[in-house]
Structure formats: structure tokens, C-alpha cells
């Protein structure tokens, strides 16, 4: 009987320059799963990779699973308790016959920068050099040579807004499925340029700069030229050294070739990078600008996107909004956990008076006085409708809605990764006939008002629209849009390691 495949995931994407650092509460929150409990997951990435295994006979030696909402660093005593847990498990399963693992690319530990480079290193080391390691990542990974060389082969989301969480989980186990039959060889190639620009134009679906990066790779796949290629724009709230977009690119034993179509993806984004940099509005401009507007319009407020590790607590949009001309109608969202406890104090139909914002992350503004009347309350429990989290629950705890003049807030007490709309359902805010949006998502927000008129704005936040302004300290220049000319620029390459395949598989003892 062959070897079990181990299969895992520690999945959290970190911001460096805000938000509230991840500890074991906040993947208890979303998911944290042991041993068995693993087995039972049938969707997202460990979803699809339990699905193929299953179809591919293959048996399981399940490890850990966590994933929560982006944030600031894992503490370093929760970094530290995961991985124990995982490496503990993988230790108890061996010998496997491969491991399969569920990664972000952009995860940081305040004892592990690059925490998805030491964690392979460390699975790596724990099986041994002819073990094969595949893992998955999300596009807006940040790929280091550690990773790149720990791993055998790393395959990265398609698509953004990201769909494809299955099908991911799917194309990554059937690689290592691939390498354990012999059929394949994986040489592994990255290539990056400092490109640092956010994901407003960074969508696989509609025409765009990146969409076209996107599309050149998959088709290198759908030709036969490469075993997987896939366009890479790094989450860039990191601050580490040598971050970039790019391309990664897997041949089947010819690492002259991997490295020169990944070269070939980052100056090819390179080449795009005017295009990738939004053009972008005050709070205050944009409002002007929307009453000129015949329908609808959304402020793109994604310098607090809880979904790029902000704390979700900027009133930026909402202090516009109140003090705009002619009172417009608008809907905000903030995170404000004593608000919304004071709101759940007063209970629906009192009228409470809030210092409301910038009290999670008090790094960006200052709080705003506001008067309203209660108008919901509930547990903050919500169901996602497809995406990373398809199916699953997400917490915002006590959450509240208050209306106040013609701004309709609603009030969570955690941060949670806005999808497709389900939290303001889930509160019953009808966005309908508001005038006045503010979504707190660079991309997403196009599946839930496709035809309104989204000005994006420039308020300070730890995911800014723009990376003109944050303080790296260890990416150091030149990058661009800092630098919008780099003499003799060559992409940083990264090579996988090219080792002697094992035997085949189910010839193991
Ligand atoms: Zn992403």
C-alpha cells in the first residue's frame, strides 16, 4: 500500500504597516482545523486537493488548517504554535510519499518575515531531499528564492477577483501527482520586477494590464510550452526585501526555458507598470464628482480594505460624506468594536452618540463624533457566496447599523474580507437607492455594483491605492512608482532547486 500524501495550510495574507497582528484567536475565528477534522473540508484549496487525492486513490495523512482575514504579522507565538502543530503531525505521518500544502505567498511572522519560506524550509527538511513538496499560493504572493528552492513545484490562483480557490487546490495536487508518476520533472523558474502598485488593475477577468500578462501565460499551458505558468502582482504592504511582480513558470526538465518565459511575464509587467498605477481622487473630489453622476457611485476607499491586512476602522469616506453638500445618501462600514457594543448597549431604536474610526489602528485619523439612531443589531455572523471562503462563515461579532442624517454605518467588531456583499445582507442594508457607496476592496466590489461609477481616493491607510507614500525600510529603491525609469533593469530570478526524482510511486517500501 503506497505512503500517505500530507496535507496542510497555514493561509493568511500580512500587512506590515497596520492593521492588528494575527495570534490564535483570530484563526480560531476563521478556521482552525486538526487531524480528522481536515478530512471533512470539501471546498476552497484543501477542498479541491482532498478531492483529487480522493479521485486519485491516493491516501491522507491530514496535518493542520488555518486561514483567517488578512492582518498585520502573525504574533511570533502563533506562527510559532502553527507551524509546531503542522511540522508535529507531518513528523507523526512519516515516511509520506508527498506533501501537499495550502500557503498564501504573503504571510509574515513577527519571528518569520518571509513565513512561507521558512515554512517549507522546515517541511523540507523534515522529509528529506527527494520527497516531493508541492504548495499553492494566491497570486498577490511575495515568491523568495527560499520558497522557490524548498519547494518543488508552487502553483499560484488564476484568477482576481479569486475564483479558482478548487480548482487550485485541484491543478497542485494533480502536479504532485504528476512528479510521483514519473510524468513529470518540475524545474521552476521566477522572475520579479519592482513593480509595487496595488490590485485596482490588477483583475484576470476584464481587459487589463494584468488580465493580458495573465492570459499570455495560460496560454504557454493550454500550448503545451510549459507545464504551469502563471502571472504574479506581490501583495505590496509587505516590506521585505526584493519584492516584485512577475511570472513563475514550471517546465518539465528544462530550466533554461522556465527562466526565459518567466523573464519574458516580468518584462512584459514591467512594461505595463503605467497602467497598473490607478489615478486617484480626495474623499472629497470624488463626492463632487459623484453628484455629477446620473446613477450610482462607489468611493473605493481601499486604504482600509480589510482584505489587504488593514484594521477596517478609517472614516476618511464616511467625515466626506457627512459633510458634503445637499446631505447625499451613503453607506460606510467600519470596525469599531466599542461602538458596536455601545450601539448593542442602547439596543434598536435608541439613539447613541459614538466616537466612531481609528480606534483599532490609531496610526491614519482621528475619531469622529456621530449622533444616530440604532437601526439593527445582530451576532455579526455571516456566510460567504463563493471565493476563497465559498460556503464558509465569517465573524464580525457584535455588529450594528446606525443611521445618521442620510449615511446609513454599519459597525462590525472585527475585520473581515469583503467578497461579495454578504456582510451588508447580512444586516439587512439595502444599497439600492443610495447614492453614495464606500467599499473598502480594490476589485471586488465590480460582482456586487457592476455598473456603478467607482472613483478610487487616496486617503492615508496601511493598503493604500497608491505606494508612493508608505516608509519601506527594507525594500530599498529603485522601484517604481517611486522610480518610473530604471537604467539596465534586470528581473530578479529565482531558480528552484533541480533534484533527482525518487522512485515511482507505490514502488516504496
Ligand atoms: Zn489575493
Known amino acids: 500500500m503506497s505512503r500517505p500524501i500530507a496535507v496542510g495550510s497555514i493561509f493568511i495574507e500580512c500587512n506590515h504597516f497596520g492593521g492588528t497582528p494575527a495570534n490564535l484567536e483570530t484563526f480560531r475565528r476563521s478556521e482552525l482545523l486538526y487531524d480528522d477534522e481536515v478530512r471533512e473540508i470539501n471546498d476552497g484549496v484543501i477542498g479541491g486537493m482532498l478531492h483529487q487525492l480522493q479521485a486519485a486513490g491516493r491516501s491522507v495523512a491530514p496535518l493542520l488548517v488555518a486561514s483567517a482575514c488578512p492582518s498585520g504579522p502573525l504574533t511570533a507565538e502563533c506562527y510559532t504554535e502553527l507551524k509546531t502543530q503542522l511540522l508535529a503531525r507531518l513528523e507523526q505521518s512519516l515516511p509520506v510519499e508527498g506533501v501537499l500544502l495550502g500557503l498564501h505567498g504573503a504571510a509574515a511572522a513577527e519571528n518569520a518575515g518571509d513565513l512561507e519560506g521558512d515554512l517549507l524550509a522546515a517541511v523540507r527538511q523534515m522529509v528529506g531531499p527527494s520527497t516531493p513538496i508541492v504548495a499553492t499560493l494566491d497570486l498577490h504572493a511575495h515568491l523568495t528564492a527560499t520558497m522557490v528552492s524548498a519547494a518543488d513545484a508552487l502553483l499560484a490562483w ?185 450601539c448593542h448597549q442602547v439596543g434598536i431604536g435608541s439613539e447613541v452618540r459614538l466616537k466612531l474610526g481609528h480606534q483599532v489602528d490609531t496610526h491614519w485619523g482621528t475619531p469622529l463624533e456621530v449622533t444616530g439612531r440604532v437601526c439593527n443589531l445582530t451576532d455579526g455572523q455571516f456566510q460567504y457566496r463563493g471565493g476563497i471562503w465559498d460556503g464558509r462563515s465569517g465573524a464580525m461579532g457584535p455588529a450594528a447599523v446606525i443611521q445618521t442624517a ?95 526524482s525518487d522512485s515511482p510511486a507505490g514502488e516504496t517500501s
Request: negative net charge.
Open 158 to 342: 488564476e484568477t482576481y477577483p479569486h475564483r479558482d480557490a478548487w480548482e487550485t487546490g485541484q491543478r497542485g495536487t494533480q502536479a504532485l501527482i504528476d512528479i510521483l508518476q514519473g510524468t513529470l520533472q518540475p524545474t521552476m523558474a521566477v522572475a520579479k520586477v519592482p513593480v509595487m502598485v496595488s490590485a485596482i488593475h490588477g483583475g484576470t477577468e476584464q481587459p487589463g494590464p494584468f488580465a493580458a500578462i495573465m492570459q499570455r501565460a495560460k496560454a504557454w499551458e493550454r500550448s503545451g510550452q510549459v507545464y504551469s505558468a502563471g502571472a504574479i502582482l506581490v501583495h505590496p504592504y509587505l516590506d521585505l526585501a526584493e519584492m516584485g511582480g512577475g511570472g513563475i513558470v514550471i517546465t518539465n526538465n528544462d530550466m533554461d526555458r522556465a527562466v526565459e518565459l518567466a523573464s519574458q511575464l516580468a518584462a512584459e509587467y514591467w512594461d505595463w507598470r503605467f497602467e497598473l498605477e490607478p489615478e486617484l481622487l480626495t474623499p472629497q473630489a470624488a463626492i463632487e464628482a459623484g453628484l455629477d453622476v446620473a446613477g450610482q457611485v462607489l468611493l473605493v476607499e481601499t486604504a482600509d480594505c480589510c482584505g489587504g491586512g488593514a484594521a477596517g476602522d478609517s472614516i476618511a469616506s464616511l467625515r466626506a460624506l457627512l459633510n458634503a453638500q445637499g446631505s447625499p445618501s451613503g453607506v460606510v462600514t467600519i470596525v469599531d468594536p466599542d461602538a458596536a457594543a455601545a
Open 406 to 500: 442620510q449615511t446609513t454605518i454599519a459597525i462590525a467588531s472585527h475585520p473581515t474580507y469583503e467578497w461579495c456583499g454578504e456582510q451588508l445582507a447580512s444586516l439587512d442594508i439595502d444599497t439600492h437607492d443610495t447614492k453614495f457607496v464606500v467599499v473598502k476592496n480594490p476589485m471586488n466590489y465590480h460582482m456586487v455594483w457592476p455598473t456603478a461609477k467607482a472613483f478610487v481616493l487616496d486617503p492615508p491607510g496601511p493598503p493604500p491605492a497608491t505606494l508612493r507614500h508608505l516608509p519601506f525600510q527594507q525594500l530599498s529603491r529603485p522601484f517604481f512608482p517611486l522610480d518610473l525609469d530604471i537604467e539596465n533593469l534586470q528581473p530578479v530570478v529565482h531558480r528552484g532547486q533541480e533534484r533527482p
